[in-house]
């Protein structure tokens, strides 16, 4: 079964998401942001979010998660909680 590890980061607005991504594109540090600007408990540990499989998370994470290229930066993505930027650390088919 696929498995994944991905870190986000949540925020409400997504003018706010977007700021953050042109903050990641200019070099700034993913987990501090999250550290810094997510509600969601995984922010405290640089919003990560640990290894899981497909069904595990929102559909709109899987979608992203289970699809996007290993170490970029995906988003915004809205969920019900808010919207979010998406990396995928790791994935195993």
Known sequence: MAKAS??????EDEQNCLNLKQDIENGADFGELARNHSPCPSGRNGGELGEFGPGQMVP???QVVFSADVGTVQ???KTQFGYHLLEVTSRSD
Not at 6 to 11: F, N, T
């Open 6 to 11: 991905a870190r986000h980061i949540l925020v």
């Open 60 to 62: 709109e994470f899987d």
């Open 75 to 77: 988003g915004p993505v």
